[in-house]
């Protein structure tokens, strides 16, 4: 079966084509939900969750775009409403003084992918959703405004100490001592 007919099957309620549809993408998603989880365990449920969500909405895909642009922005929404839901418990009150830059960009070449995303993982939550947002899926802070319901300048804040944060994390695993990195 193919995709089109697996999206067909599925708004039927057939089971093995939910199965196939899993299949196909749940690695896919699983990577979009490690950088909106602080954990694997969080990632996992909140893939579990955004499956859910796909096949309570696969009704709303009209097929005019690609299957796999709708099934990622429904599991961006999934995580968006999950912090949504959990900002309230979030606190965020550091002023810590940071180091602006790192000097040398081939640092940053030398992280794994795995250890960036624990990095990012490990930003607190507002932060960690704003970077996700502007530097991995490419929105503007006006957008970003409008999904999380909080001003544009506190956007802008957020995404610069989500990179204060990386970069010091970035410091520390590299014993750096406030070297510039090249943006």
């Known amino acids: 079966m193919n995709l089109s007919d697996i999206v067909k099957a599925c708004k039927k309620g057939n089971r093995k084509a939910q199965e196939q549809l899993y299949k196909t993408f749940a690695s896919k998603m699983y990577a979009v939900c490690l950088y909106y989880s602080k954990d694997k365990d969080d990632a996992e449920d909140l893939l579990h969750n955004g499956f859910i969500k796909v096949f309570q909405k696969i009704e709303q895909f009209k097929g005019d775009g690609p299957f796999e642009a709708w099934i990622r922005r429904v599991f961006m929404n999934t995580a968006l409403e999950l912090y949504r839901k959990k900002r309230v418990l979030y606190s965020i009150n550091e002023d810590i003084d940071y ?19 624990k990095m990012i993982q490990e930003l607190p939550p507002a932060y960690q959703m704003v970077f996700n947002l502007y530097a991995i899926e490419g929105y503007s802070h006006k957008e970003i405004s409008k999904m999380l319901d909080i001003a544009e300048g506190t956007s802008k804040s957020n995404l610069a100490r989500a990179r204060m944060n990386l970069q010091k994390k970035v410091m520390n695993q590299f014993n750096l001592s406030g070297r510039k990195l090249h943006e």
């Open 99 to 117: 180091p602006e830059y790192i000097e040398d960009a081939d640092v940053v070449s030398q992280l794994g992918t795995d250890e960036l995303i």
